[in-house]
């Protein structure tokens, strides 16, 4: 893909709907209503030894991947989850591809984004967008709503919802033997810490996100990561109006020296954030910046929500391990350039599924390590093997210092540009390149990045003993 996408709860059962933002959605506290109770979760004796998947983690990955599972009544599909009203700390943009292919209703997207402006080192603002058709659009989405939304229909569809923070996975002894895995439950009341219980799998799906427990209990490896930073700002309504359809993306290396800054639209307010990888210990600082570089546009606003979020900068060493399968961040799937995940994680967890479910055959046999890696793994890296590949590229090209960023900036003006970011970033295939406007393109880029070094500011040194300048 040559996109820079920017170019970047439920209470199961019975409860109600509750997240931490105030929420005007009949349609989500319906679906929250629809919910089957909790069922009690069932030992190996009970349940005619049907095999047990569970599924750690319900963001994204993780309950695509148990409403998957779910489908095959053969197979007892388990969905643990530390905070089932959780908000991920996260920007919420989705692509349009993912509302249809996910069958999103209406009343997921917050807004919709049409246009987006691109503002360089220099300030140079270039509106991008120009190329989008009527029905075509970003997704901007509150993570609690869209969460709340795929886990209850992993519920709906079947699966068992434990609300439960996994704090330790046991590795079987013997071959085809059960994976055991230690939960806080806190389902039963008992306040912040939870009741300590245990319970039996034959197959994990990783969907813990960045900071995994099953990645480390199955030594994954480790991946390099950014942190990002958001604030979310109740701006007043008239300004908020200026951000109707629009999104914001800044980079400089006042914002950030590898990675973007931006501010974007949600529901009742503006997400505004930034991420570094190479001066971690920084990014109060860049965040500073890119309040600054908002200025009055988002000026005396109210910021009702701080978040920070390690963001995974590539897959781990080991995504598969015995019948352990890593999904989402907790693989290490957001695309570098844009920092897009939602849509990647949601993906990776339906592939998975996908891929476990019909080696299960009906839920009469177990699923070995060769056979996942063999499917999933292959399948994923085939169809996405390449878009990591070329923003990895573009990230190391265009965010390496203001002159390129600059550059990167100016390009954006062309329609050409506009139309391959656009298509490749909402309809996550590659796109039908022309090749005498790619040619023209790499003239232009020349060009731009001799007009950047004129233009642009030098980047201000970067020293960071404590933080390492080398990527893993
Ligand atoms: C600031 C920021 C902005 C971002 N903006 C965007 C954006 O605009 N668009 C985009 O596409 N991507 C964005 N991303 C990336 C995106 O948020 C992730 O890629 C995506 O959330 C991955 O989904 P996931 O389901 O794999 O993991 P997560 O969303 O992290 O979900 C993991 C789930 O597991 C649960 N969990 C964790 N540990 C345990 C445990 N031990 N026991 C039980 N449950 C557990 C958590 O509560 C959580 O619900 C952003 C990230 C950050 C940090």
Redesign the pocket.
Known sequence: MKSA?FV?SLLVGAQAFNPTLPLNNAFVQRQAARAEPIRAVRTRGDMDMKYRVVV????????CAAEELAKDKNIETVL????MD?A???????PLCMVSEFDLPAEIIDRKVRKMKMISPTNREVDIGQTLKPNEYIGMTR?EVL?GFLRQRAVNTGATAIN????KVELPTTEGGRYKIH?SNFEKGTGAAGIPETIEADVIIG????????AKAIDAGEYNYAI???ERIKISEEKMNFYEELAEMYVGDDVSPDFYA?V?PKYDHV?V?T?TVINRPAIKMYQKAIRDRAGDKIANGKIIKV??????EHPRPRRVVGRVAL?????G??TKC?????????K??RMAAQSIRELMAGGTRLPTEKEIKDTYIKDYDRLYGPTYTVLDILQRVFYSSNAAREAFVELCESEYVQKVTFDSYLYKRVQGNNPVEDIKLLFKTIGALMRGNALAPRDKPVYNPVESLKRL
């Open positions: 996408f970047s750690v983690g319900g963001g994204p990955s993780g309950s643990l989850e530390r905070k959780n991920k700390p996260c920007g919420g943009a989705i993570r969460d439960g923070l996994v704090t939960y969907a813990d996100g960045a900071n995994s427990r099953v990002a930073f958001q931006w974007f997400g954030g991420g978040e920070a979020h390690p963001i995974p999904i989402g961040d907790a693989a799937y957001v844009s920092g897009e995940g939602i849509y990647f994680a949601a990776s967890g």
